[in-house]
């Protein structure tokens, strides 16, 4: 129960009921553990982060996601952020006239437990700034409105700079490659291997390249709406190669 | 029936029920009097004739708007309120301007056409065309006829619409219509019903096209489909000064309308029409409205939203010329959730003229989930026009996404430069330029108002340019 | 009762708004009389309880070369409303005028209101104009984004209404500024 999130038969449909996409989804993901997911486009893997974090696009029909050993199925996305959960955003979200660093220091000053004490502004901006050097990122973006006017890789690599300041117990990330040259890539990867905390990982991935750089110990295929392969890292070769169709 | 009434009638004793044999008009100026003659000499049954003088009524009571364009011009006195068809004084072609005849020259109408465009000859004769298509939409259970005959052939159907969108109660001229209308369309349906070939209002039986009070009535049942076309690019050439016409539309769960008009009233006309379409759940209406010519036009094509996921668009442009003011936009108003309604505005004004664009989107408490986007864009393209914009937004919901947007411009100097560069007259270059700016619109009329209106557009750059 | 403000020649003026629900009713008459005149209006509406504002601005191009740039944005709760009317005119003559207006309401709850009128009246050619305005509530993907974070909905939402209304705090004089980011504070 302890250290790990769990998948149970998640069926999930859009929020008004139209589209059926998960049709009995179940997987577990141990502290420390990295997972990637793969699969080809509209097969519903990009659905499965959303929802673990709470999407109010998409309902679940059946099935729970269960956190440490505590149900989130119904959980707003900020209890199952204070439970140590982290989504990193596909197409992260701007939001216009909200500092980038401010907001991430009241983030993590919301994570601290009553009483504990709050990170001034000051003290926050040393930490990001060390924290960005660590990853390799400028902390230039830190000064500026939530994701505005970022390029494709600047917002790939703010949400990993989120992940490392609020240091989550559990990290699901959605395609954090895509739109991404060469070098972002290796940034990213880089990045995430620097990270120091113990964590989790669910990377949901567009293109296998990152798996070169991030090497996972499971690897799991989504097509129409449901896993239909798991294995090691051999299995991402194996689909490099042969491709989706096989699959069952 | 007051003495003056009667001594009309007396004075023709036969026709009253052969309408389009006699030769009948009534006096000068409206009165209680004249209506009931109208309503008696087309034979109406009772619920009409009252619901024309409550209509008079209301007409003396309500007062002139007190926005919008001039109408001190309008003197209601000197309009004759109702002239039989047959009794359509015709001038001689001698009579008709030289720049209108030069017109349809240059746009190429056919010679038949001119002559009654022009109020020279009797009816554009389309005979042969408008049967075998009558056939079809008999076939299909359509009907499609004057609204005079209407009115006597389909009372029910006509009694549970008339009057339902546009209550008497809307406005002067609503209400002025409602007392005097004559001519205009009807047509119904059915449920499930597509009719593929757009219904042109020149078809219609009647001659009375180009009616001053036209009332025009359009049902379109549950899924069914129809394109309503009238009008004309060409200009018309009137001296009935006063157009204030009324057109309804119910549009049924699932059903879409569109309703094109063109219109190019000479320039002593003052054209006041009331448009609005009640649109149930699903429905999609669709107004695309051209206003070339008259003096004054106030006309604001409107969309209710009554059903959850109805749709309303409009697309509205306006040339105002010399002396010309068009006071034209669209209302919409959203009374149902996920309900849509875009509306597109695209204006020119030259040569002194002035164009307005006034626009309401209401949205009412509990229509979540809907959206509204506005675009209304103007192009000034000398120093004596003018361009207004009057906008109006409600909003009372809160989960509803609403845009608009506008401009104001003058044709590019560095846009002009390039096409003029390439050997194209300054002329030439400033109609591109014009004929691009309002292509958003001309894209979705019938292919020959298109072809025509870029004519048009031409022709009046080289008389504004030269 | 509206204030009345003359701008001359090659003057910048900037007026600031903020509106935190004591007034009624407010409006001002601004005339750009000479060439090179220029207005900025900022407005800041913070509606509350059962606030009700009627806020009607009108602006006067009289001469070449003027610019007008006024944009108000309204963050309405509860059951506040505020009717917004501006008009903005550009007589003949007044060459190479630049006029912009906005009207950005952000209603929060299901009982605000707002209304928004930009209208414009242009009577030379030789210029540049445009107007927006736009209504709506807080986008529920970006709350969603925030809440991802560990923030609640009402703070979340909160921050949203900061950033909406931000442009405009960044443009007020420090002792305004202030007193807007206290209306608006955590």
């Known amino acids: 129960m302890k250290d790990m999130l769990e998948i149970k038969n998640l069926h999930v449909s859009t929020a008004d009921g139209t589209k059926d996409i998960l049709h009995g989804v179940s997987l577990v993901i141990k502290k420390g553990e990295k997972h990637a997911i793969m699969g080809p486009n509209g097969g519903g893997k990009s659905t499965l982060a959303q929802v673990l974090m709470g999407h109010p696009g998409y309902t679940v029909t059946k099935g729970s996601i269960i956190l440490n050993g505590t149900d989130i199925t119904d959980m707003p996305p900020d209890q199952r952020a204070k439970l140590g959960l982290f989504l990193g955003f596909q197409y992260p979200v701007e939001v216009a006239g909200v500092n980038f660093a401010n907001f991430l220091r009241m983030c993590v000053n919301e994570q601290k437990a009553e009483g504990e004490k709050k990170v001034s502004p000051i003290a926050f901006r040393n930490q990001l700034a060390e924290q960005a050097k660590k990853l390799g990122f400028s902390d230039e973006l830190a000064k500026r409105s939530l994701n505005q006017d970022f390029s494709g890789g600047e917002k790939k690599k703010a949400e990993i700079l989120q992940l490392a300041m609020l240091k989550p117990q559990f990290a699901i990330l959605d395609e954090p490659d895509s739109g991404l040259d060469v070098d972002a890539l290796r940034y990213i990867a880089n990045a995430l291997n620097s990270l120091e905390h113990p964590m989790g990982l669910l990377l949901i991935t567009h293109y296998q390249r990152i798996l070169a750089y991030v090497k996972p110990d499971f690897v799991h295929v989504v097509k129409g709406g449901k896993i239909v392969a798991s294995g090691g890292p051999e299995l991402a070769e194996k689909v490099e190669q042969s491709g989706y169709e096989n699959l069952a | ?466 | 009762m509206s204030q009345q403000i003359v701008v001359k020649r090659d003057e910048e003026r900037f007026i600031p708004l903020l509106w935190t629900g004591k007034e009624t009713e407010l409006g001002y008459e601004i005339v750009l009389a000479e060439p090179g005149a220029s207005v900025t209006f900022r407005g800041l509406l913070i509606g509350r309880s059962d606030q009700n504002l009627a806020l009607d601005i009108k602006v006067r191009h009289e001469a070449p070369n003027t610019t007008s740039d006024v944009v108000v944005k309204a963050a309405l709760s509860d059951m506040a409303k505020t009717d917004i009317t501006c008009l903005t005119t550009v007589v003949p003559g007044a060459k190479g005028a630049n006029a912009w207006l906005a009207a950005h309401i952000l209603l929060l709850s299901n009982k605000a209101k707002g209304l928004a009128i930009p209208s414009l009246e242009i009577l030379e050619n030789d210029i540049k104009a445009g107007h927006a305005t736009t209504v709506g509530q807080p986008s529920e993907l970006e709350l969603f984004y925030m809440m991802s974070r560990g923030l609640s909905r009402e703070v979340a939402k909160q921050l949203l209404v900061q950033g909406f209304l931000e442009d405009i705090i960044s443009t007020f004089p420090p002792a305004l500024a202030r007193r807007a980011a206290k209306e608006l504070a955590l």
């Open chain 2, 1 to 466: 029936m007051s003495s003056d009434a009667r001594s009309i009638r007396a004075s023709y004793p036969l026709g009253f029920h052969k309408p389009d044999k006699s030769v009948f008009r009534t006096p000068k100026g409206i009165s209680r009097e004249v209506v009931e003659a109208i309503s008696y000499y087309k034979n109406e049954p009772e619920w009409m004739r009252r619901f024309r003088l409550q209509a008079l009524m209301m007409f003396e009571q309500k007062m002139m708007p007190t926005w919008g364009a001039d109408l001190s011009g309008i003197n209601f006195d000197d309009i004759y309120y109702y002239v039989s068809p047959a009794d359509r004084k015709f001038r001689t072609w001698d009579e008709v301007p030289e720049e209108i005849k030069d017109t349809y020259e240059k746009i190429g109408i056919p010679e038949a056409e001119r002559a009654y465009l022009a109020g020279v000859g009797a009816q554009y004769d389309s005979e042969v065309v408008y049967h075998s298509l009558k056939r079809q939409w008999e076939e299909q259970g359509v009907i499609f006829v004057d609204t005079d005959t209407a009115v006597q052939k389909y009372p029910d159907l006509v009694r549970e619409y008339f009057g339902t969108v546009i209550p008497i109660s809307d406005n002067k001229f609503a209400a002025l219509n409602s007392a005097v209308w004559s001519g205009g369309s009807f047509v119904y349906v059915p449920k499930g019903v597509h009719v593929e070939i757009p219904l042109q209002a020149y078809f219609r039986i009647n001659a009375a096209n180009m009616g001053q009070f036209e009332r025009t009535l359009i049902i379109a049942d549950e899924g069914s489909y129809v394109h309503y076309v009238e009008g004309c690019t060409a200009p018309i050439y009137t001296t009935d000064s006063l157009h204030a016409a009324v057109v309804e539309i119910v549009v049924k769960k699932g059903a879409r309308v569109r309703y094109t008009t063109m219109q190019n009233w000479s320039s002593n006309v003052y054209n006041l029409v009331t448009k609005r379409m009640l649109i149930e759940e699903d429905g999609f209406g669709e107004w695309i409205d051209g206003n070339l010519g008259s003096k004054v036009t106030m006309k604001y094509p409107s969309v209710i939203l009554n059903g959850r996921g109805a749709k309303g668009e409009i697309l509205s442009l306006a040339f105002a010329g010399k002396g010309q003011h068009q006071d034209a936009g669209g209302k919409a108003i959203h009374l149902a959730p996920d309900t849509t309604s875009t509306i597109t505005s695209k204006s020119v004004s030259l040569q002194g003229g002035r164009s307005s664009y006034r626009g309401m989107v209401k949205i009412i408490n509990g229509a979540k989930g809907s959206k509204s986007f506005v675009r209304c864009d103007a192009l000034l393209l000398d120093e004596i026009s003018r361009s207004d914009t009057y906008p109006t937004n409600i909003v009372n919901e809160q989960d509803v996404t609403l845009g608009h947007e506008a401009s104001v411009s003058k044709v590019g100097e560095q846009q002009l430069f390039y096409l003029m560069s390439r050997g194209l007259s300054e002329a030439q270059a400033t109609s591109l330029i014009v004929n691009g700016f309002i292509e958003p619109i001309v894209k979705e009329l019938p292919l020959e108002y298109a072809a025509e209106l870029n004519q048009l557009i031409n022709l009046s750059m080289e008389g504004a340019i030269g």
